[in-house]
């Protein structure tokens, strides 16, 4: 019996796609460590919980910039470039943080840094996703999107060994030094064939209008993506913002504590993203989105602590559940656009939905100290409605992801409909 090979990636498509997942693996690292220090952030500069919070909505409104900036270059100039140029900027913004005098330095120098996280994203999932066998795409799409949790659990590693030894600073050191070394790989990167073959029929780079004029229902694909992004980044948003802190305040968890329940939480999100992102491909991406996130809101309340000794049970099935299903989104959203703007809508989509949910955790902050809540519960009650919004918008948006791609593109689109 002959093998099927269709889903078999070769060897240009394996460098896409790692050179895509090594630099979203780096993006997750540099992003996260602030979360992870916050606390003694706060305590250097002493600031409250609603400041530095503010500094996490700051970044995701220049992801939404980058993530246009880069889409629209992706689109008019190639995959490549953009990828090179966030890749050294998020990098360097995030290590001058290392050496920042205030903690207004610190504030512009990570709102710097999304210009950069919202490019490589862009970009990146872009090219590999559209270089990617049609065949195993929704598992390429959950394995890249699980490398958000291989960054986030270095780190936790990271924070663990060299906080107490040397302090925050010197963590945002060693958050310049990895990004760079992807460079090397950059450059070995083949372009989109897809990408080429799109724009040469389109006879060149076409502008928004054009684009939604040119291409029935695209305008409301981007609209629902927009609402189910907002509402998915919210969520998860609202699970990890001030997970680590809630863990030092509230549950007297040193580094080590801390550490370990975060690399247990990306643990069970890596597992998720695989397992819903091969659901998503051979049954359906409603069953990949939706059943996950119904299911972490029965999981919260051993998340956040509130089902005493549970905590390690809590922060898998928080990462399986809570942020699982963003393993679908590489797939969907590159298969619910033509190519010819693929880059530009994903980054619009992805970042406008990062960009409002940046202001989740301010929110969930801010609800906590004037309802006198404690942090847990109102993680419990703002992620919880979060996810049941997301649930809402796949059951009732299904006609704004379909999209038959036979005649314009490589990439297929995911039908969001029941089994």
């Known amino acids: 019996m002959a093998i099927d090979r269709s889903g078999i990636p070769n060897k240009s498509q394996l460098i896409s796609f790692g050179a895509a997942w090594v630099g979203w693996v780096m993006d997750a690292f540099d992003f996260t460590v602030f979360l992870l220090v916050m606390?003694?952030?706060?305590?250097?500069?002493?600031?409250?919980?609603?400041?530095?919070?503010?500094?996490?909505?700051?970044?995701?409104?220049?992801?939404?910039?980058?993530?246009?900036?880069?889409?629209?270059?992706?689109?008019k100039w190639g995959r490549k470039l953009p990828?090179?140029?966030?890749?050294?900027?998020?990098?360097?913004?995030?290590?001058?943080?290392?050496?920042?005098?205030?903690?207004m330095a610190i504030i512009v120098l990570r709102t710097l840094f999304g210009l950069g996280m919202g490019a490589e994203w862009t970009s990146g999932t872009?090219?590999?996703?559209?270089?990617?066998?049609?065949?195993?795409?929704?598992?390429?799409?959950?394995?890249?999107?699980?490398?958000?949790?291989?960054g986030y659990l270095l780190a936790a590693v990271a924070s663990a060994i060299?906080?107490?030894?040397?302090?925050?600073?010197?963590?945002?050191?060693?958050?310049?030094?990895?990004?760079?070394?992807?460079?090397?790989?950059?450059?070995?990167?083949?372009?989109?064939?897809?990408?080429?073959?799109?724009?040469?029929?389109?006879?060149?780079?076409?502008?928004?209008?054009q684009l939604f004029k040119k291409n029935d229902g695209l305008l409301g694909r981007t609209i629902w993506g927009c609402f189910a992004m907002s509402a998915g980044f919210g969520a998860y948003y609202a699970i990890t913002g001030l997970y680590p802190t809630m863990l030092k305040l509230e549950h007297a968890q040193d580094e080590r504590g801390i550490a370990i329940l975060v690399a247990i939480f990306n643990v069970g999100m890596m597992i998720g993203s695989v397992v819903c992102g091969t659901i998503a491909a051979k049954?359906?991406?409603?069953?990949?989105?939706?059943l996950p996130a119904a299911l972490s809101v029965f999981a919260l309340p051993f998340y956040v602590g509130h089902v005493e000794g549970h905590m390690s049970i809590g922060a898998f099935l928080g990462g399986a559940f809570g942020a699982g299903f963003s393993g679908v989104t590489p797939m969907l959203l590159t298969s619910m656009f033509p190519a010819e703007g693929r880059a530009r809508l994903v980054g619009i989509v992805y970042h406008v939905g990062a960009f409002f949910a940046g202001f989740v955790p301010l929110f969930t902050a801010s609800l906590s100290q004037t309802l006198h809540w404690s942090l847990g519960k109102s993680i419990l009650v703002v992620s919880g409605v979060?996810?049941?919004?997301?649930?809402?918008?796949v059951l009732g948006g299904r006609k704004h992801s379909v999209r038959d791609t036979s005649e314009d593109t490589e990439t297929p689109s995911p039908a969001l409909d029941a089994p």
């Open 162 to 209: 060299i906080v107490p030894r040397f302090g925050w600073r010197a963590l945002f050191v060693v958050t310049a030094m990895p990004a760079l070394l992807v460079l090397p790989l950059r450059a070995w990167v083949p372009e989109s064939k897809e990408w080429k073959n799109a724009v040469k029929k389109a006879g060149g780079d076409l502008g928004l209008l």
């Open 386 to 393: 979060l996810e049941i919004a997301l649930v809402i918008l």
């Open 39 to 75: 606390p003694h952030i706060e305590k250097e500069f002493g600031v409250k919980h609603t400041a530095s919070t503010g500094a996490i909505a700051l970044t995701l409104l220049m992801r939404l910039v980058g993530g246009f900036i880069a889409g629209k270059a992706a689109d």
């Open 126 to 150: 872009t090219l590999a996703m559209e270089n990617w066998p049609a065949k195993t795409k929704g598992i390429a799409s959950g394995v890249l999107q699980g490398s958000w949790a291989v």
């Open 283 to 290: 049954k359906s991406v409603t069953v990949a989105l939706a």
């Open 83 to 103: 990828l090179l140029v966030s890749v050294v900027w998020f990098a360097v913004c995030d290590g001058a943080i290392a050496m920042a005098p205030s903690f």
